[in-house]
């Protein structure tokens, strides 16, 4: 069987005489590097996992993989205390159980964030709020969090966008201020640092996830942390279907559910854990120079970082096309061409209150969704933003190299044409 590729007279002309030849037409891909992989792992996943296989302790009550973790992971980023649970949106939803959040109570949160964000709170039956974010930074913008309080707010849950930190000095204070309680959505954050302080205890309780994509993952979990300790005993009783700690018997006072981690996930988080500084320094020397070269590409406009951010963790690179210096470009299809060159490039989430499932649940709750804040620098970022995942940050200089120069190849394009047809 043999194939060979086919461009329509309308493709050809979206040549320019000396445009490069696209690999989404045929040409030759930019990035020739190997990606590295993810996520990475070794020997010591290998024997921490074998331990867990011989103890016959494979659930957190009888073993010390999690609890070894929970103890490692506060410290590295400050936290009084921490409770490993099955995912990043139940360390959410934990952390505004243990605060009673429920009917009638809002919590303000970034339009542009990921889904999971907002789900947890619309489950326990309270309004997410959403806000605009700043378009340097892509976080929250603590203005924006001004204007959108009412007498029903309770909580302000910033997003540490990408791993660059949320402006926590503004937030903290606003919080302080009003009397309302700052959960971190910190999925995107792990090793992160805000004003010389790690991100996760910065507020009362910080959430983080390790799914299959994150700086720090075992394919799926996640953690709450507590800045002082307060809340994690009442956390702990409600992750374990109600029970209280140190309680042998059937004895379930507290309304609860089942989030409890399993040994095997944490053996291999306390593996990850080993490598969370080395990689988050390459990354950060690599997202340097990344933006030193697409900072020289007209149209491309990276992500911003505010001064006081000493660690930017760099989950995901993430930039615009300016439509005025790039008016044919369309954004889907500057994604498809990336990834026709090597780069594994994907397209910005929406804005939360553009997915299907928010407005029907806003009118549930009797809010008429149109009544919300408007978000637009949220909206033109969710239409112009392109993310690349991490693994191009955990090469050489010369992988980088490599993505500049796929960037600024689609850039001096015309435009984007529709990938080739394959004929056989």
Not at 256 to 264: A, C, D, L, P, T
Request: glycine share 8%.
């Amino acid at each position: 069987m043999s194939f060979r590729t086919k461009l329509s007279s309308s493709e050809d002309l979206d040549r320019a005489p000396d445009a490069p030849s696209l690999a989404l037409q045929g040409g030759e891909p930019a990035v020739q590097l190997p990606l590295p992989p993810w996520p990475q792992y070794g020997d010591l996943e290998r024997d921490l996992l074998e331990d867990v296989l011989e103890s016959e302790s494979w659930w957190r009550a009888s073993g010390n993989q999690i609890k070894r973790f929970e103890r490692d992971f506060a410290a590295a980023h400050g936290a009084a205390r921490a409770l490993a649970v099955t995912n990043g949106t139940h360390a959410i939803e934990l952390a505004l159980r243990v605060l009673g959040i429920g009917q009638g109570d809002e919590v303000i949160v970034p339009s542009l964030t990921f889904v999971a964000t907002a789900m947890p709170v619309f489950s326990l039956g309270a309004l997410p709020v959403p806000v605009d974010v700043r378009a340097d930074t892509w976080c929250i913008d603590p203005e924006s969090v001004r204007a959108a309080i009412t007498p029903r707010t309770r909580v302000v849950m910033p997003v540490h966008f990408a791993g660059h930190p949320a402006d926590m000095d503004a937030l903290l204070g606003l919080c302080a201020e009003l009397d309302l309680v700052l959960i971190e959505d910190a999925a995107h954050a792990h090793g992160a640092r805000w004003n010389g302080r790690p991100v996760g205890a910065l507020g009362e309780m910080g959430a983080f996830s390790f799914q299959n994509f994150k700086l720090l993952t075992a394919g799926e979990g996640g953690i709450l942390l507590f800045r002082e300790g307060a809340h994690h005993a009442a956390a702990l009783t409600i992750s374990n279907c109600g029970r209280p700690p140190e309680t042998s018997g059937y004895v379930h006072d507290v309304f609860g559910s089942n989030y409890r981690m399993s040994e095997f996930q944490g053996a291999v988080l306390n593996g990850q854990l080993t490598r969370l500084e080395s990689l988050a320094e390459r990354r950060a020397e690599n997202a340097n120079r990344l933006t030193r070269g697409l900072t020289e590409v007209p149209g491309i406009r990276p992500q911003a970082v505010d001064p006081r951010v000493d660690r930017h963790a760099r989950y995901m690179y993430v930039f615009t096309l300016d439509p005025e210096v790039l008016p044919e470009h369309d954004r889907d299809r500057v994604v498809e061409a990336l990834v026709a060159e090597g780069v594994p490039a994907f397209v910005m989430y929406p804005r939360i209150q553009d997915c299907g499932f928010f407005a029907p649940l806003c009118r549930r709750s009797g809010t008429d969704p149109e009544g919300l804040p408007g978000c637009p620098v949220s909206a033109r970022l969710a239409e112009q933003g392109i993310w690349l995942h991490h693994r191009v940050l955990l090469g050489d200089m010369d992988l980088v190299d490599q993505v500049v120069e796929a960037v600024a190849k689609i850039c001096r394009c015309p435009r984007v044409p529709k990938p080739v047809e394959l004929t056989r």
